[in-house]
């Protein structure tokens, strides 16, 4: 029992210092591009990019952060973007999907790919499955949302 | 320092502005952190004690059979199922307990990149509003099917 707590306690340490010194500069970082050019060129360059998935320029911007950074990091700019622009049912439904699939996808492939996992697949071929299943189950909950109208 | 802004008028109001910035994202920053910390130390401790009872271990003796579709042996379960209640830093260190082959590694790479770290991620997905559990069963299920097809797309391609 004595060392289940230490973990916890030494866990909880790591992991709250972890989150911290990654959430805080991004914030810092977001706030300092939002608004300047070059970040809307980006966002505007994946929001075409993702925009065949049914996803809105609003949507976009946390996608790309949570696609980057991760669900657990991402996720404060998730949940502060799908409030303060309050996305739609539809666009938080789509871009969990896509992040459920895909995300994190520099650190989490390189641990793996360090491992000897192949890039190509573990990378390329996630890409691919990504889309597939954002485009497949967005377009079921829609047919599911028009029927319930209807 | 900046020898190219010698206008003053368009120095200041920038200088402001990043001040601005950088003070708006400090404390958006530590908000944001201790949202999150609320949602994650208690899903870790979950993890812990799910871990210490021996969930973990009896979840991977079901998974066993599952594995084969995969290509991959039973043992295999073990890491994947760590890396769903855990994350993807655990289910590495159990990986490496086990002797695999460069396929194998990377089907089961990728099982473990759709899914893990389902008890903390879903947390954060209930915080925008989506249900936790069907994000879980969704990335169990689709992380199992792309492993499975990739499996598969190896040995034909």
Redesign the interface.
């Given at each position: 029992m004595g060392d289940?707590v230490r973990?916890?306690l030494s866990?909880?340490w790591d992991?709250?210092f972890k989150?911290?010194v990654i959430?805080?500069?991004?914030?810092?970082?977001?706030?300092?591009l939002e608004g300047t050019g070059p970040w809307r060129a980006l966002v505007r360059g994946w929001s075409r990019l993702v925009g065949g998935l049914g996803f809105t320029e609003e949507t976009a911007a946390p996608t790309l952060v949570g696609f980057v950074f991760g669900?657990?990091y991402g996720?404060?700019?998730?949940?502060?973007d799908?409030k303060l622009h309050s996305l739609g049912?539809r666009q938080?439904?789509l871009m969990?999907?896509f992040l459920?699939?895909?995300h994190a996808i520099v650190e989490?492939?390189l641990?793996?790919i360090a491992?000897?996992?192949?890039a190509i697949?573990?990378v390329g071929?996630?890409l691919v499955?990504a889309a597939v299943?954002t485009l497949v189950?967005g377009t079921a909950a829609a047919v599911v949302a028009r029927r319930r109208v209807t | 320092m900046d020898e190219a802004s010698h206008d003053p008028n368009a120095r200041v109001p920038l200088r402001m502005t990043v001040r601005r910035d950088v003070l708006r994202g400090l404390k958006s920053g530590v908000l944001t952190f201790w949202m999150l910390a609320r949602v994650m130390v208690p899903a870790y401790g979950a993890a812990l004690i799910l871990d210490r009872l021996g969930v973990i271990h009896a979840l991977a003796r079901v998974a066993g059979p599952v594995m084969s579709p995969l290509g991959l042996p039973g043992s295999a379960a073990v890491p994947l199922v760590v890396g769903y209640i855990m994350n993807i830093y655990a289910a590495v260190g159990a990986m490496t307990a086990l002797h695999l082959t460069g396929p194998q590694i990377t089907v089961l790479a990728l099982a473990i990149l759709i899914g893990h770290n389902l008890i903390v991620e879903g947390a954060v997905l209930r915080k925008a509003g989506m249900s936790g559990t069907g994000f879980g069963v969704l990335r169990v299920v689709a992380g199992l099917a792309a492993a499975a097809l990739v499996n598969v797309l190896m040995r034909v391609l």
């Open positions: 289940l973990t916890f866990g909880t992991l709250c989150v911290f959430v805080v500069p991004i914030m810092v970082v977001l706030e300092l669900i657990a996720g404060g700019i998730i949940v502060r799908t049912r938080v439904f969990s999907v459920s699939m895909v989490d492939s641990v793996l491992l000897g996992a192949s697949w573990v071929f996630r499955w299943v189950l | -």
